[in-house]
């Protein structure tokens, strides 16, 4: 095929044109718009889940009625309801209004009135024991009702302790606690919160390329029909080789579709960069940002299966728009390929919890499945360098094969024109054309 | 020296698009393709330009195949007209130059002169789908030139223009002559062909008919055509009695016959004079192409070309 010699700078300039027009078109200014929104937006998801836990707190109001309480009694029951944090910012699931001596009626009032969630009397009984009386609508099995139950235990025994004359301050004292596995090793070797995060990222990156895939291989076949639909197309093949066109119809819409993932990301980031100090600026406090198991290896071979996948289904998808003479049908012609890509993604995904198993080890050198799977195999951390070299260089053996497959098709499909394409007709005419 | 078409075959499924055409096209001429719908022409031009291959056969170039020789060889005017609906004319038609090798500035140039010359130069910067229909094959024209080819293939350039912008067009015709092209370009209009070509070819069902000089395919058959106006005698009655004449049409003015083969047309005009008429008009001709096209093409088979009789209704 002599297109070799000459692909540039023909593809080239296609691929510019494609570029430029796929760029300016209506919808790709309004999609790129609308999904940076949407991502910028997912990014915030955790602040606003702490906004609105910030906002939930349980404002309980105690009145003390009881003489001789201890003196670090609100200190304690304050501790227990919201832990010992030393930050003065930090979010408290409770409020505590500590009334000693106060007017039992007026707090009831209060409380039916929403002012308090909670009102707590305490007293003492003819044992002089400590008498709580907890009145609430909040659930009695629910959460706060227990944890303020958990922290009267606390007040009850201090109370109980400190009458028959033990130092508090020596119930005080800090005490050893060590969590062990079974065997006794001091560490867990099952780290369960790398092993969500590492799952939740191949998962992350094989819908990456899955979605590049489905939506602007789309394009590139989109485009093919656009060209033979208005009939641009017998211009274009009397200035153009179908290998040129096809190489240019895959970089510039490729490059658009990169565009678009580009600018999204960098909403993505701006986002999660942006999440510290909104949650800053909202809720006083800092929050951090962790990027779990996303290592440089990985990223390498995310971009490698990206590029190498993109490249191959693109070129299919060309090779299948070509047999199409309008957008409409697009979607039809289109649908063989939507299986495999199908196929693959679903694999990868059981192939995810099955990572060591022969099938999926298979399947990740198999080039149309290579792209998910073996990126899965890479971020689970379970390959070898040399077979994720053999998983490449099938996958480009299997673009080379599919650039001449793709160009014949292409060269007979763009001239048939009509409302269906059999297959057969088109082996036929790619057998005898250029 | 010559476009040569050796012997092209193509067969589509159970069509056979081109059966052994050959043809010569000489450098710097205009000639003209002439066939029925689906007689073959668009294929061959097709075939020329390399977009097909055909299942046999040669086409060369001033002795290189096409195959191996490049692009920019060839202008083209596709029968199918498209333009980039949402590119300007300037964009698209510089992107058109830039992909046969033209430099990007010398195409800007190029394309504004282009533009200049049809008088559109203020369309440069509207889309491609804001432009009429004429203009848009204006710009289809000028897609085609750009690069200066040696040899234009126009595939019925004609086709839906005005007459103002068809008489443009037969100018910018005669410029790309001028310039020493070639040009070939099918049409089924005959009087252009009349009025433009040097050289046709007929084609009909894959088949070249009868090619050659517009002269000599106007002289093939051998027959002359004459035209006779008689003072006082509309009618002529005894045209048709002379041996070897054959009345073709009787207008208004004039009766026109045929004289066959090996007979002198002067044969009527000595018969006229002898019978002592006077004589208004005598006009000796060749059949015109239209003759030929229909004498020939209709000749192989009529049934496909013409309405089917009308269904009787009980």
């Known amino acids: ?434 | 020296m010559s476009l040569l078409i050796d012997s092209v075959s193509k067969r589509f499924g159970d069509v056979q698009a081109l059966d052994a055409i050959s043809l010569q096209i000489e450098p710097g001429e205009v000639f003209g393709f002439l066939g029925a719908n689906g007689a073959g022409k668009t294929t061959a031009m097709r075939i020329v330009l390399d977009i097909l291959r055909p299942d046999s056969g040669t086409i060369t170039w001033n002795g290189t195949l096409n195959t191996e020789l490049p692009r920019e060889t060839w202008g083209y005017l596709p029968e199918e007209r498209g333009l980039y609906a949402k590119m300007t004319v300037l964009e698209q038609l510089v992107f058109f130059a830039k992909l046969h090798g033209v430099k990007p500035r010398a195409a800007e140039r190029e394309t504004r002169e282009w533009l200049e010359r049809f008088r559109i130069p203020e369309y440069a910067d509207r889309r491609a789908e804001q432009l009429s229909k004429g203009n848009q094959q204006k710009i289809q024209f000028i897609a085609a030139i750009l690069h200066d080819p040696l040899v234009l293939l126009m595939d019925e350039p004609f086709t839906g223009l005005d007459p103002v912008n068809a008489a443009l067009l037969k100018e910018a015709f005669q410029e790309m002559k001028d310039r020493g092209k070639t040009l070939v370009f099918s049409t089924h209009q005959m009087e252009t062909v009349e009025e433009l070509c040097e050289s046709i070819a007929i084609l009909d069902r894959g088949r070249v008919v009868v090619g050659g000089s517009v002269r000599d395919v106007r002289r093939s058959t051998g027959r002359q055509m004459v035209r006779v106006a008689v003072q006082g005698d509309p009618e002529i009655a005894w045209l048709g009695t002379l041996d070897g004449v054959h009345v073709t049409r009787r207008g208004q003015d004039y009766v026109e016959a045929e004289v066959a083969p090996g007979h002198d047309p002067g044969s009527v005009l000595r018969a006229a004079l002898s019978r002592g008429c006077e004589i208004r008009h005598f006009e000796m001709a060749d059949p015109s192409l239209e003759q030929i096209f229909i004498e020939r093409v209709g000749q192989i088979d009529m049934s496909e070309r013409t309405l089917a009789p009308k269904a009787a209704h009980a």
């Open chain 1, 1 to 434: 095929m002599k297109g070799w010699r000459t692909l540039f700078p023909n593809a080239w300039y296609v691929a510019v044109r494609e570029y430029r027009s796929r760029c300016r078109s209506r919808s790709f200014v309004i999609g790129t718009i609308l999904l940076a929104a949407i991502s910028f937006a997912a990014t915030q998801i955790p602040v606003l889940i702490d906004i609105s836990v910030s906002t939930s707190e349980t404002r309980v109001a105690v009145v003390v009625q009881a003489s001789d309480m201890p003196s670090d009694s609100l200190a304690l029951f304050d501790a227990t309801l919201n832990g010992q944090s030393t930050d003065p910012n930090a979010h408290k699931d409770f409020a505590i209004s500590w009334l000693p001596g106060g007017d039992a009626t007026a707090a009831q009032t209060d409380l039916e009135r929403g002012k308090y969630d909670v009102l707590l009397i305490v007293d003492r009984d003819a044992a002089s024991d400590l008498r709580f009386t907890l009145r609430t609508d909040s659930p009695r099995d629910g959460r706060p009702v227990q944890t303020i139950t958990n922290a009267l235990v606390s007040l009850e025994i201090e109370d109980r302790l400190s009458r028959s004359g033990t130092s508090t301050a020596a119930l005080r004292a800090p005490f050893s606690l060590t969590v062990a596995s079974v065997t006794g090793t001091s560490e867990q070797t099952n780290n369960l919160s790398s092993e969500i995060s590492t799952g939740l990222l191949s998962t992350g990156l094989i819908v990456l390329i899955f979605m590049a895939i489905v939506t602007y291989g789309v394009w590139v076949a989109m485009s093919v029909a656009e060209e033979k639909g208005s009939r641009v197309m017998e211009l274009m093949l009397n200035a153009t080789t179908p290998l040129q066109m096809l190489t240019g119809k895959m970089l510039g819409n490729g490059g658009a579709g990169m565009t678009q993932y580009g600018l999204i990301l960098v909403a993505v980031i701006v986002g999660l960069v942006a999440q510290g100090p909104i949650h800053k600026a909202v809720l006083g406090s800092d929050a951090g940002t962790q990027f779990g198991g996303l290592s440089p290896a990985v990223l390498a071979a995310f971009v490698v299966l990206f590029v190498l996948g993109f490249t191959l289904y693109s070129l299919l998808y060309a090779a299948l728009g070509s047999l199409v003479s309008r957008q409409e049908d697009v979607q039809s012609a289109t649908s063989p390929l939507m299986v495999l890509i199908m196929l693959g993604y679903f694999m990868s995904v059981f192939g995810l919890q099955a990572i060591d198993e022969t099938w999926v080890k298979v399947a990740s050198f198999v080039p149309f499945f290579s792209p998910y799977l073996m990126l899965a195999r890479v971020s689970a951390g379970h390959v070898e360098p040399w077979e994720f070299g053999l998983a490449v260089l099938l996958l480009l053996a299997a673009i080379v094969v599919a650039l001449f497959v793709a160009a014949r098709i292409y060269s007979a499909g763009v001239l048939l024109y009509g409302q269906r394409v059999s297959l057969a007709q088109v082996l036929r005419a790619a057998r005898v054309s250029r």
